[in-house]
Structures are given as structure tokens and as C-alpha cells.
Antibody, heavy 117, light 108 residues
Framework: EVQLLESGGGLVQPGGSLRLSCAAS????????MSWVRQAPGKGLEWVSS????????FDADSVKGRFTISRDNSKNTLYLQMNSLRAEDTALYFC???????????WGQGTLVTVS | EIVLTQSPVTLSLSPGERATLSCRAS??????LAWYQQKPGQAPRLLIY???NRATGIPARFSGSGSGTDFTLTISSLEPEDVAVYYC??????????FGGGTKVEIK
């Protein structure tokens, strides 16, 4: 059974930093693209970043480019999101998602809440 | 960036009725469109990928159709547990991957 468990969220001041983690199990982690998707309170879904299975290729939304960095440690089956220069508009529930086809999210974690205030 | 517009914003139907949800893309996404269901307090769940392929474990009452710019998610006979927000998402031309604004399905 695929499990994705996010952690690292919390309350941070504007301009601050936070590092999210997503511990994966139940599948061959290094074989899959992984992504972060966020959801502001009461709003819809927004793709944030994706990373290839090897970690060599990354893709970011314009809204986070230059501030957020996605990475992974395949030896630890863990996905990361380093978030710097945080803004109020980054406040959201951040989901980790497994990508089955290059942009199709077939498994999701329960999310970790980031509040910038 | 491809913009996805979903309609209606809210759909209120009785159990057993047919639900038809629409997703329109600002430019062609071929068949690279997915649908997700998000129940209150839960993570999204993949329902349909590549326009018409049901994901593993998804009941047959959910079906998807369309190509190019116009897509439809149909729930053939609405069940109370189908109350949720439904999102479409394209992967034809990314980055960025983009989602629609969602359709909320309610039970009368």
C-alpha cells in the first residue's frame, strides 16, 4: 500500500523559511516523478513543483520559482520542499503526490499546513 | 499557461440522478486531462486520467469523455458518498500543470 506522510509545516513569519518532508513507502520511490501541490484555505488546487525519479530534473510554478526548491533523497525514500522568502500568499495545505504518468497524481498524502503570518 | 474553466460551480442533485460536470480548456490539451475528487477534509483522489481511463478502484458510475478543449465527467447515478469537489487538471503542456477551479456536488 502506497503511503505518503508529509511533515514540517507550521507557523512562520513573512520572509522566513521552512522545509517540508514527505516520507514515502509501499512503492519503488526512485522510479517515480514526485510533486508538491498546495491548497490555500477554502480554495482550489495549485501545482507547485515536480522532480524526476533521479532528481536531476525539476520543474516549478512561476509563483514559487527562485524561492522554493524541490529535492529528494532516494536512499531515504523522502521528498523535500525547501521554502524560502515565504509570503502570506504561500499559506496553504501542502500535499505530496506520486506521479504515475508525468502529470497524473495517483496517490496523495494528507498534507501539512503552512501558515505565513 | 493553459486555463481550465469548470462549470457549473455548484451542482445540486438528488440521489440516483445523473451528474454532468464540464471542463473547458483555453487551448487544446489533446486527451491529457484528469479528474480528481476531493471530499471534505480529505486529500484529492484520482478518478479519471487521459480523459476517459478510470483509475484503479474507481466505481463504474464515474466516466470521462472529451478531447481537445471540451471534457465531461459523468456520474451516472449519484450516491450520497459522491458529495465532494471535483477538479479537472491538464498535463498536455507543462510546466505548469494546471487545475480547474472545481465543481462542488451536493445532494438535494
Amino acid at each position: 500500500e502506497v503511503q505518503l506522510l508529509e511533515s514540517g509545516g507550521g507557523l512562520v513569519q513573512p520572509g522566513g523559511s521552512l522545509r517540508l518532508s514527505c516520507a514515502a513507502s509501499g512503492f519503488t520511490f526512485s522510479s517515480y516523478v514526485m510533486s508538491w501541490v498546495r491548497q490555500a484555505p477554502g480554495k482550489g488546487l495549485e501545482w507547485v513543483s515536480s522532480i524526476s525519479g533521479s532528481g536531476h530534473d525539476t520543474f516549478d510554478a512561476d509563483s514559487v520559482k527562485g524561492r522554493f526548491t524541490i529535492s529528494r533523497d532516494n536512499s531515504k525514500n523522502t521528498l523535500y520542499l525547501q521554502m524560502n522568502s515565504l509570503r502570506a500568499e504561500d499559506t496553504a495545505l501542502y500535499f505530496c503526490a506520486k506521479d504515475r504518468l508525468g502529470g497524473v497524481f495517483d496517490d496523495w498524502g494528507q498534507g501539512t499546513l503552512v501558515t505565513v503570518s | 499557461e493553459i486555463v481550465l474553466t469548470q462549470s457549473p460551480v455548484t451542482l445540486s442533485l438528488s440521489p440516483g440522478e445523473r451528474a454532468t460536470l464540464s471542463c473547458r480548456a483555453s487551448q487544446s490539451v489533446s486527451s491529457y486531462l484528469a479528474w480528481y475528487q476531493q471530499k471534505p477534509g480529505q486529500a484529492p483522489r484520482l478518478l479519471i486520467y487521459d480523459a476517459s481511463n478510470r483509475a484503479t478502484g474507481i466505481p463504474a458510475r464515474f466516466s470521462g469523455s472529451g478531447s481537445g478543449t471540451d471534457f465531461t465527467l459523468t456520474i451516472s447515478s449519484l450516491e450520497p458518498e459522491d458529495v465532494a469537489v471535483y477538479y479537472c487538471q491538464q498535463r498536455n503542456n507543462w510546466p505548469p500543470l494546471t487545475f480547474g477551479g472545481g465543481t462542488k456536488v451536493e445532494i438535494k
